[in-house]
């Protein structure tokens, strides 16, 4: 199947720091998601990148979409310990199956 | 609010046994998927339905089916479960431009 590299697999930081996790994909990609899955939790949607080039924002997370639709980034602004889970992109080719990211585990010191 | 309902979030099954993992989501949506999720290896697409009675094998879908007689209910099975299989199963729903929504997970142990 279709494949989507994450990186980096974990990431520990002090209180304060930034983060980036990053997805990369050998084909084009139709959209890509980004989830969050609290420890103990279920994946939980985040946000939706479409366009080619596309930068979104909420709050201190902004996210963005590669120009040639085969990479994306998260980027975390100024840690909280809120923020600690993992983070998964997914990634769809055509249809419906989507294809996750290995996950990117958060773990933020205070 | 999308609700997806895994029936259990633990079973203990030994080895050989036929086990079923139900899911019911109630936003009518068209979509339905099964993951497990295991260290380091993300979430990994066994099966999923596009509708009732169809279904198109995932990723890593060996050792499974599903069965979706009913939109709103999609069920995976284990004909014979081994050692092998012991993982989190996340079920997840989807429709139209709507993201997955995903249930709280089963933890399957298998002895």
């Known amino acids: 199947g279709q494949q989507v590299m994450q990186i980096p697999q974990y990431q520990h930081v002090q209180e304060g720091e930034d983060f980036t996790t990053y997805c990369n994909s050998s084909?084009?990609?139709?959209?890509i998601q980004w989830y969050k899955q609290r420890p103990g939790g279920h994946p939980v949607f985040l946000i939706q990148?479409?366009?080619?080039?596309e930068v979104k924002k909420q709050k201190r997370l902004t996210f963005q979409f590669g120009e040639a639709k085969k990479n994306s980034s998260l980027h975390i602004t100024a840690t909280q310990t809120t923020d600690v889970g993992t983070y998964f992109c997914?990634?769809?080719?055509?249809?419906?199956?989507?294809?996750f990211g290995s996950g990117t585990k958060l773990n933020v010191k205070p | 609010d999308v609700k997806v309902t895994q029936s259990s979030r633990y079973l203990v099954k030994r080895t050989g046994e036929k086990v079923f993992l139900e899911c019911v989501q109630d936003?009518?949506?068209?979509?339905m998927f099964w993951y497990r999720q295991d260290p380091g290896l993300g979430l990994r697409l066994i099966y999923f339905?596009?509708?009732?009675?169809?279904?198109e094998k995932g990723d890593i879908p060996e050792g499974y089916s599903v069965s979706r007689e009913k939109k709103e209910r999609f069920s995976l099975i284990l004909e014979s479960a081994s050692t092998n299989q012991t993982s989190m199963y996340l079920c997840?729903?989807?429709?139209?431009?709507?993201?997955?929504?995903f249930g709280n997970g089963t933890r399957l142990t298998v002895t």
């Open positions: 339905s596009y509708d009732v009675k169809m279904k």
């Open positions: 990148l479409v366009k080619s080039g």
């Open positions: 997914a990634a769809t080719y055509n249809f419906n199956k989507f294809y």
């Open positions: 936003m009518d949506h068209e979509n």
């Open positions: 084909t084009t990609l139709s959209n």
């Open positions: 997840a729903s989807q429709g139209g431009n709507s993201p997955l929504h």
